[in-house]
Every structure is written in C-alpha cells, then in structure tokens.
C-alpha cells in the first residue's frame, strides 16, 4: 500500500535538510496547513457564533472592517440577556467535556503549551491536539466567551508542524524549527501580518531580549505561504486590506507628544502586572474548585456573562458586551473615533475585559490572550488619550493614536515580545507613520515589565534552554583558549625516552603526576605514557632492566597548542578518553609548555557559564 508519509521520509534522507531547497519544500507544506487551518477555524467560529450567539441570544458582535463576513447576522438586534448567559454556560461546557476528554493540553491559551513544546518536549505535540484546539477554542469564542484567536491557531500550525516532522523522521532541532514554522503560519495568516508572525514564532520562546534564529526564515516561508493562502478565500477587495482597514491616516505631530506617551507606558504596564496577576489568581482558583474539570470551563463563562451583563446594565450601554468574544469591535469604534466612545465605556471595556477573559480561559476554557490583551491595550490607550487630549490639545491632537500604541505597548511588555507586537499592530491597522512612537512605548513597556510575563512557559535567554542544552557547552568552550586555563608554573616531570623502565617504576610512588612527557636527547617531547601503561609490567621484572621510556610511551600523540579553544581541547580528550594533554609551541615544534588537564577545561567551563547566567541575572 502507498503511503505518502513513508514516501516523504524516504524521499527526505536522500537531501541534506539544512539546504535551502529542502526547508522551503517543508516550510511551504506547513505554510499550507496553517493558512487551510486558519480559514477553517476562522469559518467554524464564525458558524458557532452564527448559530448560537446571533441564532438563539440575539447578540451578533461586529468584526473589524477587513475581515470577511462569512454568516450575515443582525447586528441592531437586541440581545436576550439570559439566552445570552445559556449560551455561554453550553459553550464552556461542551468545549471543557471536548478538551478533557480528548487532550486536556489543549485548554488554556494554547501558545504557553507550544513554547512549552518547543523547550522541554522536543517539539513533539501530539497529532489529535490541532482538531480538539480548533473545535474547542471556536466553541468558546463563538458562544461569546473571551478570547483571542493567536493561541489556537499558534498551537493548531505548531501542531501540524511538529506532527509532519514526526511522521518524516526528523530530528528534535528540525521539528522545533516545523513548530515555529506553524506558529507563524496560523499567527501571520488570521491577522494578515506573515512579518510579524514569522517574528512572533521565534520571539515568544523568550522572556529577555533574545531570539530563535534558526527558526526566522522557516517561520517566513511559512507565514507568507500561509497569508496566501488565506487571502485566496476572501474577496478581492479584502485580500490586501489590513485587518481593521484602510485609511486610519495617523502621524506623530510633534515630538513633545513622547512625553505623555512615556506616562501612556508606565500606565500599560501597571495594567499589564494587574492583568497577569488577575488571570493566574483566576486560574489557581479554578484548579482549587471541587467540581468537575470538565465543568469548570461552563462556571468561567456564566462568570464572563454576568461580568458584561453587568457593565451593560451599570453603563447603559450595549457596546460594553465587547468584554465577551473577541472585543475587536471595541478597537474598530476606538480607533474610528475614540471620543464617540468616552473615557469611562473605554476603562470599563478594558477593566472589565481583563476579568472576562481570565474566567474564560483560567477556568480551562480554550483561547488566546492577544486578541483581548489588543482590546484591554486599545481600550486603555485611547482613554488616556482622551484624557491627554483634554489636557493637552495642542500636543495630543489625534487621541485614535494612542489606541494602537496602546496595544502594541501592553501585549509588548506583558508577552516579552516587542518587536514582533510592533509589525504585528502596524500590519492590523495599516499605520506604518507610528514607528518611532510605537517602538517607545513598546520598549519602555518591554524595559518596565521585566518582573512578569503572560507566558510562563518562557524561558530567559537560549542559553537556558533545554532545546539548545549541549550546544552551549560548545559556544562557551570557543570562547576560551588554552592560554588562559593553562598554568606554566605547574612543574611537569618530563622523562627521558632512553630512562629504563627500573628508574620509572621507582619514580612513580615519588610523584602525584600520572601523565608523563617523553623527551629525546635534544628536549623535544617525541610521546607520552602514563602510570597506567607501566603498571602492565610491575610483575615482571626482568623487563624494567631491558625497556626504556620509548618501549613504552605512546606515539604519535595527541597535542594541543595554547591559541586553540577548549572545544578543541574537549574534543581531542574524548577521542581516546584521556585526562591530560601536553600543549606544545607552534613556533618551536616538540618544545614542551605545559600539560593542560580535562578537569581544568571543564572548571573553565563552569567559571564562564556562572559569569554568563550572573550577566543574564543582572540584566
């Protein structure tokens, strides 16, 4: 029987994957799956919310101006208040029974099992895990509950990814690298951003300034495939749209406008710690709660549903209902007229999204933590704006503005992620003339966040990764030469090649060394023996009167000069498992400059990689 994934693999090992051809071909091929998966999960969301949201609560939540419209709804309808919270309480329920029965490493966010994937499971995500992401986080979002869309198609692309590598027999490095590549190709096509999302992939392992670089040109090739893939189901006149349109027509008018994006900084960074904060109290409540897993998910969203209940019936104001689903209609008003809105709709959306989506996805519901982190960054952002604007007219004339620097700056600094969040935004929204504010308040954010992250799964820098334990071992030996690890004034016995094997023998019990030098007549070092390779004739002694050193030393021999680094040093004492090496001067050949030993590398090694984790510590 034909089977194509067998034939791949063979077809594999003919070609050095590392080879350009071969990444794209695999790159591609994820590319592919992760734009075909995005428009299936963006349908099965929008039929879920469809159905139950518009079909039965009567609640249909506008999308941003460039996304395509699958399922028309009546969005002046008005929504039944306690349908609305039955429908939330069947959606949680039927995706926690969906999650726990089939994977339960699906629920939660889904990017934090995928950086989890990457660093300590050797890529491997299981192949069920993309299907049960996918219902599971439509159910939840389309039946109102809140959530973004990043997480699932972020572990749905790095789930194909990691299963494609699997059944070809790739290595753990290279299904890592088809991971990322999934991420990126989900991430870059449902928000139309294949830059930022083949960045994302490779900056969202880490917590400090760092990065896989490795992954970054898979993750392009990917993303692109994968935006195109997706733009081929919408509409001509929405393929190259951004996702919240054309035409914002933002600029930076003066440079004094920094200084209360300074103040717009400290504030999203204060909401960011509250909201960290908030949603893991959330989620170690729910694990301590004596009911069902399976149940706990419907709790969380009967909690969101009184939550935006409750701003509705406290503001009057329906629009306060973007605390459940995705909340992008909130940003489309902001960023369209942020005054038609007001300071308190915009802090309540903000506020009150930050406690929805933890009782969604910390009582184990499924979905991502952009898409409200970018509505509670928005929000926020455009009531300071607001607020500016009333203070300070002549500098702050355009408060919109501060909506998208307000969701580049509160997801940069609460997902360690700044640059990656910068081109994601920019490709969003179109407004590529807010560089130089976007990256300041994104990095000031990035800089004043260190303490916390969204993503516990994160790991510092690459260097604390498990997926590259090993490889810095011989990143921090290069750096290290044998001059500096070598002592000269250690004296080192070096013994004649004519000395008999009597005078060895009676030497040994006088001296600690256990790795002799053999020199000739002229002091030149011609080989080596040890105590071990005498210890073969201690019982017959009729030979200690007939050999010499030369009947005993080894030769040739392995040697090391002392500009050579300490990998190559390593190297040569696993060879033939030795523990000492004599180094020897290049300019002078057989001159004899020391022995260096394989317990002073490894304590070399150990030095440097105390200095480096001090300097990451420090940082």
Request: glycine content about 12%; hydrophobic content about 50%; charged content about 15%.
């Amino acid at each position: 029987m034909f089977h194509p994934m067998e034939w791949g693999a063979r077809l594999i090992d003919r070609f050095d994957l590392r080879s350009t051809g071969k990444w794209f071909a695999l790159a591609s091929l994820v590319g592919v799956i992760g734009g075909l998966g995005a428009i299936a999960f963006q349908v099965l969301t929008q039929l879920v919310a469809h159905v139950a949201l518009a079909g039965v609560a009567g609640y249909a939540p506008r999308e941003p101006a460039g996304e395509y419209v699958w399922f028309e709804n009546d969005h002046d309808a008005t929504p039944s208040l306690l349908a609305l919270l039955a429908v939330m309480a069947a959606g949680g329920l039927v995706s926690g029974a969906v999650v726990f029965r089939f994977a339960p490493e699906a629920k939660g966010h889904g990017t934090d099992a995928a950086i989890d994937a990457f660093h300590q499971k050797r890529g491997f995500i299981r192949g069920r895990i993309p299907f049960v992401k996918m219902f599971a986080s439509a159910v939840t979002i389309g039946t109102g509950g809140s959530g973004g869309r990043e997480g699932p198609i972020a572990q749905i692309g790095a789930g194909f990814g990691s299963y494609l590598a699997t059944r070809l027999g790739l290595s753990a490095r290279d299904r890592r690298i088809l991971l990322s590549a999934g991420m990126a190709a989900g991430v870059g096509a449902i928000f139309r951003a294949p830059l930022a999302g083949a960045l994302f992939a490779g900056e969202i392992l880490y917590r400090e300034a760092d990065i896989e670089t490795e992954v970054i040109i898979p993750s392009m090739i990917s993303a692109i495939v994968a935006y195109t893939v997706y733009s081929l189901s919408l509409p001509p006149e929405l393929r190259f749209v951004p996702l919240f349109g054309r035409g914002l027509g933002f600029v930076l008018h003066s440079f004094l406008e920094l200084l209360p994006l300074a103040v717009l900084a400290v504030v999203l960074v204060a909401a960011g710690a509250l909201y960290i904060r908030v949603f893991y109290g959330m989620e170690h409540v729910f694990s301590k709660l004596p009911i069902s897993p399976v149940a706990r998910p419907a709790l969380g969203a009967v909690l969101a549903g009184l939550c935006g209940i409750g701003l509705v019936r406290g503001l009057g104001d329906a629009r306060a209902l973007a605390v459940l689903s995705s909340g992008y209609a909130a940003l489309q008003g902001a960023l369209t007229s942020a005054g038609s809105m007001g300071v308190v709709l915009l802090l309540a959306i903000a506020c009150g999204k930050i406690v929805t989506t933890s009782f969604t996805i910390g009582s184990g519901g499924s979905g991502g933590v952009f898409g409200p982190s970018m509505v509670i960054g928005g929000c926020l952002g455009g009531a300071c704006g607001l607020l500016f604007h009333s203070w300070w007219p002549a500098v702050v004339a355009q408060p919109e503005i501060y909506v998208i620097l307000g969701m580049a700056g509160f997801f940069a600094g609460c997902a360690r992620a700044p640059v990656s969040t910068i081109l994601m935004v920019f490709e969003m929204t179109g407004s590529y003339q807010l560089l130089l504010p976007s990256m300041w308040v994104s990095t000031l954010s990035f800089l004043l966040s260190r303490r916390w992250t969204l993503y516990r799964k994160q790991v510092p820098t690459r260097l604390e990764s498990p997926a590259h334990r090993g490889s810095f071992l011989v990143d921090v030996l290069e750096g290290l030469r044998v001059s500096d690890v070598l002592d000269p004034s250690r004296p080192v016995l070096a013994v004649r090649d004519s000395m008999p094997l009597e005078e060895i023998v009676r030497l040994l019990p006088e001296t600690e060394q256990s790795y002799f030098p053999v020199t000739d007549g002229e002091g030149r070092i011609v080989g080596v023996f040890t105590s071990t390779d005498v210890r073969r004739f201690l019982f017959d002694p009729t030979i200690w009167r007939l050999a010499i050193a030369a009947d005993v030393m080894v030769a040739p021999f392995l040697s090391i000069a002392p500009a050579d680094d300490l990998n190559t040093a390593l190297r040569r004492f696993t060879m033939k498992n030795i523990d000492e090496l004599p180094v020897v001067d290049p300019d002078s050949p057989g001159r004899l400059l020391g022995m260096l030993r394989r317990k002073e590398v490894i304590a070399a090694y150990n030095r440097r990689l105390l200095e480096r984790q001090k300097e990451a510590d420090e940082r």
